[in-house]
């Protein structure tokens, strides 16, 4: 909705029992930044308010996820680098450092916010200061992944926080897997997965012709099939559904649009079929499924 804020954030208190996991969130949440809208949109704890003048230095970690948009970031031992969608960038505790969307793009932001020694260790081994942005590039799961984590914030139900700080985990990895793709002897299949993954997340809603882009590639379809079931761990027809049923599950959770126009944003024609796929996959109706969001 342009011109409007969409966000969600949460501070969480410590709680007593969660030092043994080694990793402990302390905030997180998405904020989705139209262009012209000032940054940072709302107020923060003190300790976390963001000067674009002088800074800003935390005592934790934090990794941001940018899915739209694009911005500016600088920290002390990195110097500036620009942020396009798809980036993430990691805040490191002591280090100062400073970001903003470009006032003429805005941003969709996620972002959590954690401690610990296994947190800490982790960091250490495969992250540094110097290089804290990695253009991942558009990644559902990665996206997901943060979307959980908000979820299971926003319900406060039984066990969140440690389901959260696998979650934080489970994040590491994946920025740690993507950050050295390149490296393998399949990098130039991988640009291709990426590329297919991208086209559809952009165009969610739209059919995706598998044979036109392995056309388009130089490759053969069958190849590419191969290449992309053994990257993604499914084909591309069942990617797209997997993507459209995790945008419906989001949108259920964060908006209040009908049924039909969340089946027609994410892909389905018919919102009998919508509804019939979404309870086999879910075990909930659309409509239980945003009741229990609430």
Avoid at 95 to 120: C, K, L, M, Q
Avoid at 249 to 265: H, R
Avoid at 271 to 279: A, E, G, V
Wanted: aromatic share 12%.
């Amino acid at each position: 909705m342009s011109g409007q804020l969409q966000a969600f954030q949460r501070y969480l208190s410590p709680h007593a029992g969660l030092e043994h996991w080694g990793i402990t969130a302390t905030d997180l949440g998405y904020t989705k930044i139209s262009p012209g809208h000032p940054y940072p949109p709302f107020k923060h704890p003190e300790s976390y308010t963001l000067n674009q003048n002088t800074g800003r230095v935390l005592d934790e970690y934090q990794v941001i996820y940018i899915s739209g948009g694009e911005g500016e970031f600088w920290s002390e031992p990195s110097g500036a680098r620009v942020i396009k969608r798809g980036s993430m960038f990691l805040l490191f505790p002591g280090v100062r450092h400073r970001y903003h969307p470009n006032p003429a793009t805005g941003w969709d932001e996620w972002w959590i916010g954690f401690t610990g020694p296994h947190a800490s260790n982790i960091i250490r081994h495969h992250f540094s200061p110097r290089e804290p942005v990695h253009p991942i590039g558009l990644q559902p799961e990665m996206q997901y992944l943060f979307t959980e984590a908000c979820d299971l914030a926003r319900r406060e139900s039984y066990g969140c926080r440690e389901r959260i700080a696998a979650k934080i985990f489970e994040i590491l990895v994946q920025l740690h897997l993507q950050t050295h793709a390149d490296d393998r002897a399949t990098s130039r299949h991988q640009t291709r997965i990426r590329c297919a993954c991208d086209r559809m997340l952009e165009s969610i809603a739209q059919p995706f012709d598998s044979r036109a882009f392995a056309r388009e590639q130089g490759i053969s379809h069958t190849s590419f099939r191969r290449h992309f079931t053994a990257q993604v761990g499914m084909a591309p027809v069942a990617y797209l559904l997997e993507l459209r049923l995790r945008k419906a599950t989001q949108l259920l959770a964060q908006t209040t649009l009908p049924v039909q126009t969340i089946a027609a944003e994410c892909g389905f024609e018919n919102p009998l079929y919508f509804s019939r796929f979404f309870k086999k996959r879910t075990g909930h109706s659309p409509s239980g499924a945003r009741g229990k969001f609430r």
